[in-house]
């Protein structure tokens, strides 16, 4: 019976908090509003939350039709008094009607039996309602181009994913289109991350926002640029320490791939990339510390284009089709091997790939320790690049690459020895 109580307490106030928290930020943005003209404030809101949450105890309660009555009533209540009523500055206020309704469902949420999703829409709404001049600004700054980026990935995300069958198919039962697709998805995920930031804060933070922006999708082309920058003469001075953060992102971005994708090999492969990922930071920040601030260069553009997507899908496609042969066929060694191939194409793909295999047909350090020789090879690409566009100019970033690399290389001796 106390238990019972506390639950029934708890949910009600729960749906009160959630009136008040909304009502709060409702008061605050209507306070210009004449006194008596404004429908709902802090104190109705508030009720609201209250009276929604008694209509959801009724509800549990066995008296539904009750509980229906008393919301709607509400809902009458707040038409008849949001009709043709100004709301700030004179205008037509939808928000707040809408918000009060938002309100009405959180308080019933709560008083159903669910009061942590009640507070957590709530906290969500008040934020939502609080960022008004920020979410405008943002939609002002958006242009063309940014709508169609948001288009592809909702595309990518959500028109697709959901209506792909969950099995395994093709040669060797080796594609799962649901779980192709989601590599897609997550990808272009951190592609389309970086975009949003560069827009938002590339031109504000220079050099330094477009190596960590652009490094969570493509470091190797952040390294380019900004290469390519340093050895035109440009007198930024912010280029080096940008290329050795760009890897750092890189190395961060590849544990989490490898935590989402490949989680056996988390640990072993973590070991192996933390010293290089210390050395890289280091680097960065000793060479960020040195530079002066530089509007710098913009990150590669946008990166939510369908059909690179699509190539990519076909990438993982054929790689997990190469592997499962190989499970039948090969080694250990000739596993890793044909992992060290398509990761030196592309490191995601042989995330992948990996993910995908049993422990029996490859250990999981002998796994991490393939992951790790991909990512040593494309951190050669990246110095080659560097001392190819930058010249002299680029010593102090060759270094930190360098010296990146030898951590790596020291870490996938100790994983060897440990193998053999």
């Not at 280091?282 to 260069?297: D, E, N, T, V």
């Not at 250990?363 to 393939?370: C, K, M, N, Q, S």
């Given at each position: 019976m106390i238990g019972s109580w506390y639950g029934e307490a708890l949910a009600a106030a729960t749906a009160v908090v959630c009136g008040l928290l909304i009502g709060f930020e409702r008061g605050f943005n209507l306070r210009e509003v004449r006194e008596g003209t404004r429908v709902a404030g802090v104190r109705t809101f508030t009720l609201l939350g209250f009276l929604s949450g008694i209509a959801g105890l009724i509800g549990r309660s066995g008296q539904p039709l009750v509980a229906a009555a008393l919301v709607a009533g509400a809902t009458a209540v707040l038409a008849i008094g949001y009709a043709n009523r100004p709301g700030l500055h004179g205008r037509s206020d939808a928000t707040?009607?809408?918000?009060?309704?938002v309100t009405l469902g959180l308080g019933f949420v709560a008083g159903s039996g669910n009061p942590a999703l009640a507070i957590a829409g709530a906290t969500l709404v008040t934020l939502l309602?609080?960022?008004?001049?920020?979410?405008?600004?943002?939609i002002q700054s958006l242009d063309e181009a940014d709508v169609k980026a948001l288009a592809r990935y909702a595309v990518i995300a959500g028109a697709v994913l959901p209506f792909l069958p969950d099995g395994n198919f093709g040669p060797y039962g080796a594609w799962n289109p649901q779980k192709l697709w989601l590599v897609v998805v997550l990808v272009t995920g951190f592609s389309f991350l970086g975009y949003v930031a560069n827009r938002i804060f590339g031109t504000r933070y220079g050099t330094i926002a477009t190596a960590l922006i652009g490094g969570a999708y493509s470091s190797t082309a952040v390294t380019q640029s900004l290469a390519q920058r340093l050895g035109s003469g440009s007198d930024g001075g912010a280029e080096p320490a940008g290329i050795a953060l760009a890897s750092t992102v890189m190395y961060l971005r590849v544990i989490l791939l490898v935590a989402l994708l490949a989680t056996r090999l988390l640990i072993p492969f973590a070991l192996i990339i933390l010293p290089a990922l210390v050395i890289a930071a280091?680097?960065?920040?000793?060479?960020?510390?040195?530079?002066?601030?530089?509007?710098?260069?913009?990150?590669?553009?946008?990166?939510?284009a369908l059909l690179p997507a699509l190539a990519f899908l076909v990438f993982v496609a054929a790689a997990a089709v190469a592997v499962t042969w190989a499970q039948g066929r090969l080694g250990q060694a000739g596993i890793g091997l044909l992992?060290?191939?398509?990761?030196?194409?592309?490191?995601?793909?042989a995330i992948v790939t990996v993910g995908g295999?049993?422990?029996?047909?490859?250990?999981?350090?002998?796994?991490?320790?393939?992951l790790a020789a991909t990512i040593f090879a494309n951190m050669a690409v990246k110095l080659a690049i560097?001392?190819?566009?930058?010249?002299?100019?680029?010593?102090?970033?060759a270094i930190a690459l360098g010296s990146s690399m030898i951590g790596l290389a020291a870490s996938l001796g100790v994983a060897a020895s440990l193998l053999w």
């Open positions: 707040s009607p809408i918000a009060a309704i309602l609080a960022l008004k001049e920020q979410a405008h600004g943002f280091a680097a960065g920040w000793r060479l960020y510390r040195k530079s002066p601030k530089s509007a710098g260069p913009a990150p590669p553009g946008n990166p939510i992992l060290l191939i398509v990761g030196t194409m592309d490191v995601d793909v295999l049993s422990p029996i047909a490859i250990g999981d350090l002998f796994a991490a320790a393939a560097t001392l190819a566009y930058a010249r002299s100019r680029g010593r102090s970033a």
